[in-house]
């Protein structure tokens, strides 16, 4: 009787140790990556990323920069266009304009919803005329800062 209590409690043992086993060796998926057709792993695409930024005295039809520069006259209008990458929905890019004592001169949130490669404009103008000094752009999405890009207005 013995020895057919202690088959079983081996038998009991040795399948537990062999489920245990085979879920260890089971494939472990990460939530944050993708499999590729390629067959690798790579990061999840569901995010959006600022590629670049540009700004100038005008944008094109694309919204890409038409007259890029740094430097603008006093009243001139500056735009900016922020290039993102990758996809999500309801995604909030921010442009926060700043002077360099650090105080706020404008600040803009558009909720974009990039299926890939996209381009959005942002521009601030002030028909008195802009205090000559460095500005600074701030580029935030979803809240957290990516990029900034300084500009000089010469008065």
Request: glycine share 10%.
């Amino acid at each position: 009787m013995r020895t057919i209590i202690a088959r079983s409690g081996l038998r009991a043992t040795t399948l537990a140790l062999a489920l245990l086993a085979i879920g260890a060796c089971g494939k472990k998926t990460d939530e944050s990556s993708t499999q590729t057709s390629g067959g690798t792993i790579g990061p999840a695409s569901n995010t959006v990323q600022v590629a670049d930024v540009g700004v100038g005295r005008g944008v094109s039809a694309d919204k890409r920069i038409a007259n890029q520069t740094d430097t603008f006259a006093a009243r001139d209008t500056i735009y900016a266009s922020i290039h993102t990458t990758g996809a999500a929905p309801n995604t909030n890019l921010t442009a926060r304009w700043t002077f360099q004592d650090g105080q706020v001169v404008d600040e803009r949130t558009e909720t974009i919803s990039p299926t890939g490669d996209a381009y959005t404009e942002f521009h601030i103008s002030k028909p008195s005329g802009w205090p000559g000094g460095r500005y600074t752009l701030h580029v935030l999405v979803n809240g957290q800062e990516t990029q900034t890009k300084d500009i000089t207005v010469n008065r």
